[in-house]
């Protein structure tokens, strides 16, 4: 859900078996598409000023969703990240800083499929994403499917990526994190370690994970 409470960004499996992504308006009740089935997305996550939509996106996802199981077969499931400009005339999140941001969100939400910006990050296996204050974003990259099952493998492999748009670089910031979300201002993470346990910890470039009793 968008910071002021009207969109709500949401996942749709369709004909294809990829997951489409749609905007829904709580004001109008109407439906706005994102994207059109021909890619995978996954994990739709708002920035925290509401004028960006981030996600992950795959144009080669095994058929698995099916019946069909390709997770043994080494076949990797490989997305890149993406951000749409939720305004018409709104700033790309690769775009160099200077402008005076101004106050508000007006989301253009017809015009949407043309407002996708890739981010600079190396395609790998994500399944969460999470946005802080400071604008950053942070991304769980799993262990590809179907590498071999051996110690140290699995969920145990995956780490939490933090994107920092200020440097245009991505750098791992915890080992063993499975999933990551922020509270409603963006200054603390909820990690989910490979073990079960849930952490807390200020987003930030490093992080000093607590456990929550």
């Given at each position: 859900?968008?910071?002021?409470g ?5 996942t ?5 078996n ?12 109407q ?16 920035s925290?000023?509401g ?34 400009v ?15 941001p ?6 253009d ?16 296996f994500?399944?969460?994403l ?8 942070f991304?769980?990259e ?20 933090r994107?920092d ?7 791992k910031v915890?080992?063993?994190i ?15 370690t ?10 930030g470039k ?8």
């Amino acid at each position: 859900m968008s910071p002021k409470g009207r969109w709500i960004a949401y996942t749709t499996r369709g004909e294809t078996n990829n997951a489409s992504l749609s905007l829904y308006d709580l004001e109008t009740r109407q439906s706005y598409p994102v994207s059109r089935g021909f890619a995978d997305i996954g994990s739709p996550v708002f920035s925290k000023d509401g004028k960006l939509l981030f996600f992950s996106a795959s144009t080669n996802a095994g058929s698995f969703y099916a019946g069909l199981d390709m997770t043994t077969q080494d076949r990797p499931y490989r997305a890149g990240l993406y951000a749409a400009v939720l305004e018409a005339d709104g700033k790309s999140p690769k775009a160099e800083e200077g402008d005076k941001p101004k106050k508000g969100v007006t989301v253009d939400a017809a015009g949407l499929e043309q407002q996708i910006v890739s981010l600079p990050m190396a395609e790998a296996f994500y399944t969460s994403l999470a946005t802080a204050k400071d604008g950053s974003l942070f991304a769980v990259e799993n262990e590809q499917p179907g590498v071999a099952v051996g110690p140290g493998s699995g969920p145990a492999r995956a780490r939490l990526m933090r994107f920092d748009f200020k440097e245009r670089k991505a750098d791992k910031v915890a080992d063993g994190i499975v999933s990551v979300s922020t509270d409603a201002d963006g200054d603390k993470l909820l990690l989910a370690t490979h073990d079960g346990n849930l952490v807390t910890s200020a987003a930030g470039k490093k992080l000093q994970p607590k456990p929550v009793n």
